[in-house]
């Protein structure tokens, strides 16, 4: 993919997101055809759509696994994100695509009512470079094959790409409290699920011993 040099666009990311919705071709649409409209939002605009398919049962962990791209990329100072072909190539059904839209689009109206340009410096490099760090952690949270473990850091992605979108510092500074939230949490369910997996594998129980065989 090439580098988009063309200047960012100003409308509200409310109307980018309802004309990706009035684009989308019938059957199913490939991530790198969601990814292409929203580029000239940067990274907000990809992590935004990135963090609302992780909200999806069964799509969180490509959405996870996609995200870990643009996110080295951010942490490296990269201005623009260049995700590989085999992400770019991956579809999705256009139905779940639309449904998410149409109830995220609501609340992110509602959303951009409070949020505004200010403390602005949170929205300026090294800023974007710490986000990147944080987000490549909320990624490998987010693909965790556990219930409910996608939400905190979808969450934390989402206020990171409104507040870098909008220019709102406080929004930034919001995600960045969910995001270390989220890892803390994560971390800490992945430890008790892994330690639950090795005594589950050293002691199983009675209905799987050998003598019921």
């Known amino acids: 993919m090439k580098q988009d040099n063309s200047p960012p666009?100003?409308?509200?990311t409310s109307i980018l997101l309802k004309q990706l919705l009035a684009k989308l071709p019938e059957d199913d649409v490939s991530?790198?055809?969601i990814v292409l409209q929203m580029?000239?939002?940067?990274?907000?605009?990809i992590f935004i759509v990135l963090a609302a398919?992780?909200?999806l049962p069964g799509i969180s962990f490509f959405?996870?696994?996609?995200?870990?791209?643009?996110a080295f990329q951010m942490a490296l100072g990269f201005r623009a994100p260049l995700l590989p072909r085999f992400i770019r190539q991956r579809?999705?059904?256009?139905?779940a695509v639309r449904a998410l839209g149409n109830r995220a689009i609501?609340?992110?109206e509602k959303a951009e009512f409070y949020i505004k340009p200010r403390w602005i410096p949170l929205t300026l490099p090294p800023v974007p470079m710490i986000i990147g760090v944080l987000t490549i952690g909320l990624a490998l949270v987010?693909?965790?094959?556990l219930p409910f473990s996608n939400f905190p850091p979808a969450l934390a992605l989402i206020c990171f790409s409104l507040g870098l979108l909008e220019r709102d510092g406080m929004m930034v500074g919001f995600g960045l409290i969910l995001a270390i939230t989220a890892l803390i949490v994560g971390g800490v369910v992945a430890m008790i699920a892994s330690e639950a997996l090795l005594l589950l594998v050293k002691q199983p129980p009675d209905w799987l011993s050998w003598k019921y065989f």
């Not at 580029?39 to 605009?45: Q, V």
């Open 9 to 12: 666009t100003t409308e509200r």
């Open 31 to 33: 991530v790198g055809f």
């Open 39 to 45: 580029r000239r939002r940067s990274f907000g605009g």
């Open 53 to 55: 398919f992780g909200l």
């Open 63 to 70: 959405a996870g696994l996609a995200m870990l791209v643009p």
């Open 91 to 95: 579809r999705i059904g256009v139905t």
């Open 106 to 108: 609501p609340w992110i």
């Open 142 to 145: 987010l693909m965790l094959p």
